[in-house]
């Protein structure tokens, strides 16, 4: 994966919280929504944690909940998919 997309992340939250947004998907005005805002709870934040880790970004215990917006947690995911 070259890299994670707003994209992306919308497909693995539908898919491992099944989620659902007043609009059809994420988009850039969701951005910097908090995922509680979103409908998004900590267990939902925890199963996004392991899903990112099984593709190679993985989110220590102790950030799941700095990674509180769209745009963090893509940063993060990009950030650990990048060349180093």
């Known amino acids: 994966m070259a890299s994670f997309t ?5 497909s693995v939250l539908r898919n491992i919280t099944g989620y659902q947004l007043t609009s059809s998907s994420l988009d850039d005005t969701h951005l910097d929504t908090p995922f509680d805002a979103l ?9 996004l944690a392991h899903v ?31 060349p180093q």
């Open 6 to 10: 707003l994209t992306d992340l919308d």
């Open 39 to 47: 409908g998004i709870d900590s267990v939902g934040l925890v199963e």
């Open 52 to 82: 990112l880790a099984n593709h190679g970004a993985p989110v220590p215990a102790e950030i799941i909940e700095d990674l509180r917006t769209p745009r963090l947690v893509l940063d993060h995911v990009n950030r650990h998919l990048s």
